[in-house]
């Protein structure tokens, strides 16, 4: 039997059509949440009279919603914030205008705005529309760089249920040649130890590999540099946690994001974990690449 929550704890989703609302919803019931989606914003405080719910809401709000209004929507948003009993955030699922034109494009898919014209017309009257409802936003993810899996990796990152340490955390890798990925909190340089790409044995590999982790181990820098960021990191989580963090994301960068960045990662992830710490570990180079790099690429 299912315990019944202390308080009902509710998060709505919103953002233009086409960023990806629908697929936060759908991460967000694979969590837990009981999802419900374009209910009559009018409802919504009806639903959440009498006793807590014994599951979390996931409501997904749009402007086709009967009786949606930038006004309506704020003032309930207030009224949520407000009322006793209940944990709220807003959760607005942003996407930058041209990659939504791409995604309309792709799908050869009307804007439900303006189904008699171009994708663009409907597309610019939302984003007017939503403006507004974009600054009341607890949450904003972009999801302009991201493919839905990465969406539901930060949808679980922000709204995985807790349990044990009161902060999640996210180790990633990547390559410095892609650019430094979007809403990391500390980044670490790993271009100094030994690259394994230059071993024809282990270019192939990645740094999940053992014999990978052991090349990189063996370098006389790791151990020093391993324990010292280890030691930073180990410092500051009890002190974020006090600040009321909820998430810490530290990323490991290398030249191809393949071998160095991925072994640190690995490691910290695996050390982390066994302090009690609930971690989950992102390769972005690995997800953009499934069968590895082409050989052209260093680790």
Known sequence: MTDVQSEN???????????????????????????IDNLPLSLVPRLLDGPPLPRPLALGIDVRNRDFSTEALTELVNQLNRRPGVSFDLL???????TLLRRYSETRRRHPLSPADA???????????????????????????????QLRAEIARWFAPKSG?????????????????????????????ANPHWDPNLRALDGRSAAVADFVAADPRFDDFFSRVHGLIASLLEAFVDEGKTSLTIAFGCTGGKHRSVAMAEKLSAT???????????????????????SGEQG
């Open 9 to 35: 704890r509710v998060v709505m989703v919103t953002g233009p059509s086409g960023a990806g609302r629908s697929s936060a919803i759908n991460a967000l019931e694979d969590l837990g949440y009981e999802a």
């Open 272 to 294: 982390l974990a066994q302090s009690g710490w609930r971690v989950s570990k992102r390769h972005r180079e690995l997800e953009r690449r499934p069968e590895g790099l082409p």
């Open 92 to 98: 607005y699922i942003d996407c930058g205008i041209d």
């Open 165 to 193: 340490a009161p902060m999640a955390l996210s180790v990633q890798s990547f390559s410095y040649k892609r650019g430094l990925p979007r809403s990391v909190d500390m980044v670490f340089d790993c271009r100094f130890l």
């Open 119 to 149: 994708p663009r017309v409907g597309i610019e009257q939302e984003l007017a529309i939503l403006g507004p409802v974009s600054t009341l936003a607890d949450i904003l993810i972009d999801t302009t760089d991201l493919s839905p899996h």
